[in-house]
């Protein structure tokens, strides 16, 4: 089909997207990459009708439009959270079933079946929403949005949170679904951009900058422009965090687990863990999604409920023999998806930055002039100046994971854990978070404890490895773990 935009201008929160004529044609898909600024979100709630232009129009024939995007995932979580049941049942609330979840837009037991199995969610069918890892509810997002049988889907990102085996076969479902389904697949990687594509646009702070056809994509300069505009950035940041360095001092290990488990009614997830960090050594935990990664960071830092039926020391004290929840979390600095979901308090941009210093969700306490001085600082270099008094949930999901990341490192953490931190950010914001961590490696300002499916994003100061694979003998998951000398 046809579609076209015309002196388009739109905003949403501070998201702000300008065309001044872009014709897609019939069958036509198309690469979206955006140097800086989320376009993903506020070009899908365009298409679907779910956001009205200020200006100009498009023109789209008649269709059925589906938008595969973290905001859009971010809505269905929020509506879970909403309907827990948790305080009327004898068990904990997991939500909607992956099943009910595609079947309440689809209402086609045979399509619901192939998706199901398309997508890899077969043995996934009776789990709640909200105890996916972040692999899997995209992929459940996907699924939603192709039981509308669109037309024309919009997909923000779509390889997100997958691990490697699971991107490779999304990709090929992708270029087999192209043959019959409209695709506009925005990317802030440029390793993720579809190789069957053949048209891409280009935006800047959210306005279409050119269009282009592959070759012509090849020999673009954007790359080279934006990695040398990081590393500016990337200075400041670390001059900023130096000027308030500190240290505070634990004897080995910083954290230690002994034949550690987790495992629910229905099934076991890891076992037989033995595992410590010591002074000087960064970590990644690798694995499929699924096999217990984010798990195992909430048993750090002491959000999961099994941290205290498993033997864990962190910080010289043993969990569960009367130390205080926040006397740990005070030298944790922690960004994840499941944070980001549970950040829903409405408080400034600056204010969450603040908040780091008290490892609250929100800020109920009287800031000193100090950390107010600091939190401005970080907003300056994230180029967030202007938003210092805008609402948490008013910014761009791209903008509130920066906020996230400052918040986590603005009290410089014996232990820094980080969850896939790159998620919802743009190419400038994931290089100059990446170049950030390095050098916080390097110079050892905090522990890492890193998590990403991506190997560009393995970090050269990090040479320790904890690797989560299938036992087929306990139907589980078991780590390897690879230490440097």
Not at 158 to 180: E, M, N, Q, W
Not at 220 to 249: D, G, W
Request: glycine share 6%.
């Amino acid at each position: 089909m046809l579609i076209q935009f015309q002196q388009l201008a739109a905003t949403q929160n501070t998201a702000t997207l300008s065309i001044d004529h872009w014709d897609i044609e019939p069958g036509q898909s198309w690469a979206i990459f955006s140097a800086d600024g989320e376009i993903g979100s506020i070009l899908g709630d365009l298409l679907c009708d779910e956001l009205k232009p200020i200006s100009g129009e498009i023109k789209l024939s008649g269709c059925q439009v589906a938008q595969v995007s973290l905001s859009e995932q971010q809505r269905l979580l929020e509506r879970e959270i909403e309907n827990d049941e948790t305080d009327f049942l004898d068990r904990i609330d997991q939500g909607s079933s992956v099943h009910k979840l595609i079947m309440e837009v689809c209402q086609d037991d045979t399509l619901t079946d192939e998706l199901i199995h398309d997508l890899d969610l077969s043995h996934l069918v009776n789990s709640g929403f909200r105890v996916l890892s972040t692999g899997e509810t995209r992929r459940v997002m996907l699924a939603r949005a192709l039981a509308l049988k669109p037309d024309l889907i919009l997909l923000d990102n779509p390889f997100t949170g997958l691990d490697i085996h699971h991107r490779v076969s999304l990709a090929a479902y992708l270029h087999k679904l192209s043959k019959s389904v409209q695709m506009l697949v925005t990317f802030s990687r440029e390793t993720d951009m579809p190789d069957w594509i053949e048209n891409i646009a280009l935006f800047s702070t959210g306005k279409l900058e050119s269009v282009m056809d592959r070759k012509r994509w090849d020999a673009h300069p954007i790359i080279a422009q934006i990695q040398s505009q990081s590393n500016k950035q990337t200075e400041e940041v670390m001059t900023l965090i130096r000027q308030h360095q500190h240290s505070t001092h634990f004897d080995n290990p910083i954290f230690e687990i002994k034949n550690g488990r987790v495992e629910y009614t229905d099934k076991t997830i890891f076992t037989d863990l033995n595992w410590r960090i010591d002074k000087g050594h960064h970590w990644q935990v690798k694995g499929p999604n699924g096999c217990g990664k984010s798990t195992l960071l909430g048993l750090i830092f002491g959000d999961h409920p099994q941290c205290y039926s498993n033997d864990i020391h962190i910080f010289g004290k043993k969990r569960g023999t009367g130390e205080s929840i926040w006397e740990i979390k005070q030298h944790i600095g922690m960004v994840s998806s499941a944070l980001h979901l549970q950040y829903r308090v409405n408080c400034s941009a600056l204010e969450v930055i603040i908040s780091g210093f008290y490892d609250s969700i929100g800020l109920y306490s009287q800031p000193t002039k100090k950390e107010i001085t600091v939190a401005k600082e970080w907003l300056a270099i994230l180029h967030m100046e202007q938003y210092e008094k805008t609402p948490f949930k008013q910014l761009e999901y791209g903008q509130q994971r920066l906020l996230l990341i400052a918040r986590a490192i603005v009290k410089q953490p014996t232990l820094l854990i980080l969850d896939e931190p790159y998620q919802g950010l743009d190419y400038l914001g994931r290089i100059l978070v990446k170049n950030t961590l390095e050098l916080i490696a390097k110079e050892n300002l905090s522990q890492l404890l890193y998590v990403s499916h991506y190997q560009e994003d393995g970090l050269e100061s990090i040479q320790n490895y904890l690797e989560f694979t299938y036992y087929d003998g306990g139907n589980c998951y078991k780590a390897k773990i690879e230490k440097s000398l």
